[in-house]
């Protein structure tokens, strides 16, 4: 009988490593990973941006293509994550991604773009705490676009797809989608702003 108590605490104790070097991996390794694409993504982004490149502003991009920053000040003032075209898991384990066949920044339509709760560095963590006239920001080669937060997030099903409707062609709106609760995909979270001006960007950046 101590034999098989030993035995089922051992079996315990490897589990226990297991379980949480399971969730070391998702929420350090996952970061570091994405922190590390960012990195890459931000200076490709900049080279592009220095050098006119106008495929960054069309909707012809490559899968997995950095394209824009996407600014949140209400989530603090270093917070920003370069965005690339479309929301596979390798996309969305290293950056928000732009959900493909949705509007450009800026442009009549519906911008939307999807990103992780928890993982690939928590972009979208903190997302449900936005209130209406939060302001985001999504800077592309042709310039700054802002938006204003129009409601609270709402929580939608995963197969909802409302959210992405089209939306009157004098209307330029942004949509940012998340799972919940944060290790599920069970439900989204939604949030929605429409724009408000664009602002042109710094000479040289």
Same mark, same amino acid.
């Given at each position: 009988m101590g034999r098989l108590f030993r035995i089922a605490g051992e079996l315990l104790v490897t589990c226990g490593v297991i379980v949480f070097g399971f969730l070391a991996y998702m929420y350090w390794g996952t970061a570091l990973q994405a922190s590390t694409a960012q990195r890459t993504y931000t200076s490709e982004l900049t080279r592009s941006w220095s050098a006119g490149n106008p495929l960054t502003a069309t909707a012809d991009l490559p899968i997995g293509t950095p394209f824009a920053l996407l600014r949140?000040?209400?989530?603090?003032?270093?917070?920003?994550?370069? #965005?690339?075209?479309?929301?596979?898991?390798? !996309? *969305? =384990? *290293?950056?928000? @991604?732009? #959900?493909?066949?949705?509007? *450009?920044? @800026? !442009?009549?339509?519906?911008? =939307? #773009?999807?990103?992780?709760?928890?993982? =690939?560095?928590?972009?979208?963590?903190? *997302?449900?705490?936005?209130?209406?006239?939060?302001?985001?920001? #999504?800077?592309?080669?042709? @310039?700054?676009?802002?938006?204003?937060?129009?409601?609270?997030?709402?929580?939608?099903? =995963?197969?909802?797809l409302g959210p992405l409707a089209g939306v009157p062609a004098n209307r330029k709106l942004i949509t940012l989608i998340t799972c919940d609760p944060p290790w599920t995909g069970t439900s989204r979270v939604i949030v929605t702003g429409v724009f408000l001006r664009m602002l042109p960007r710094e000479p040289g950046t």
């Open positions: 949140i000040p209400q989530f603090g003032r270093n917070w920003q994550f370069a #965005v690339v075209q479309g929301t596979g898991r390798p !996309q *969305l =384990a *290293l950056a928000p @991604g732009h #959900v493909p066949g949705t509007a *450009l920044p @800026g !442009q009549p339509g519906n911008f =939307a #773009v999807a990103a992780h709760r928890v993982t =690939a560095g928590n972009p979208f963590w903190s *997302l449900p705490t936005l209130h209406p006239g939060s302001i985001i920001e #999504v800077e592309t080669i042709t @310039g700054i676009y802002e938006y204003k937060v129009m409601s609270k997030a709402v929580r939608v099903s =995963a197969g909802d």
